[in-house]
């Protein structure tokens, strides 16, 4: 039998890391699984998501019985990436934000994470921040408005580039930007 991944997402996001990983195994047989119903998931409870995605995950799996799952979706990962591991009998890579490449290669020793709410606020982007970025001054956003634009720009709707324009200047005139937020 072929080897085989499932990749996972709360929308269309994570489309662009299957096509990476088809372009650097183009013989592997890929499973992507969106939960476009739930999107997004950004200001959801986490014990509702944690339960959705265990779910999802777990049916997915059984359908598709990868030999690795891929969760392509920030949000998921920093919440339910211990529940998922502890769960399912397989290995799970998480897609989190590269805090840790970005504060080793930063010259300015400036980083920002955009992300949804959960994202920027979890407990694991803390404990990212913690282990990795000591050395930075770290900024941390969450932008529902950029999470949607990219969300419609990844599916080819059209989406009005003024508004993402507004969102990032809105997020650079933060006078909490001037001091580190860990």
């Known amino acids: 039998m072929d080897s085989s991944i499932l990749v996972f997402d709360s929308g269309s996001g994570g489309l662009t890391v299957a096509a990476e990983i088809k372009k650097r195994i183009p013989n592997i047989r890929l499973s992507y699984v969106s939960d476009a119903g739930f999107f997004p998931y950004g200001k959801k409870p986490h014990d509702i998501l944690k ?23 920030n949000t998921a990962s920093t919440i339910a990436l211990d529940l998922l591991r502890a769960e399912l009998n397989i290995p799970i890579v998480g897609v989190v934000p590269a805090i840790k490449p970005a504060a080793s290669l930063s010259k300015s020793k400036v980083v920002m994470v955009l992300g949804t709410h959960t994202t920027v606020n979890s407990a694991y982007v803390k ?49 909490m930007h001037l001091i580190p937020m860990y």
């Open 51 to 73: 339960k959705r995605i265990l779910d999802v995950i777990s049916k997915a799996s059984s359908l598709t019985q990868p030999d690795i799952i891929v969760i392509a979706c």
């Open 127 to 175: 404990m990212l921040i913690t282990n990795f970025a000591t050395e930075c001054k770290v900024l941390v956003e969450d932008s529902e408005v950029l999470v949607l634009a990219s969300e419609q720009k990844l599916l080819g709707n059209g989406f009005d580039p003024d508004i993402v324009t507004q969102e990032i200047q809105r997020i650079l005139a933060n006078p």
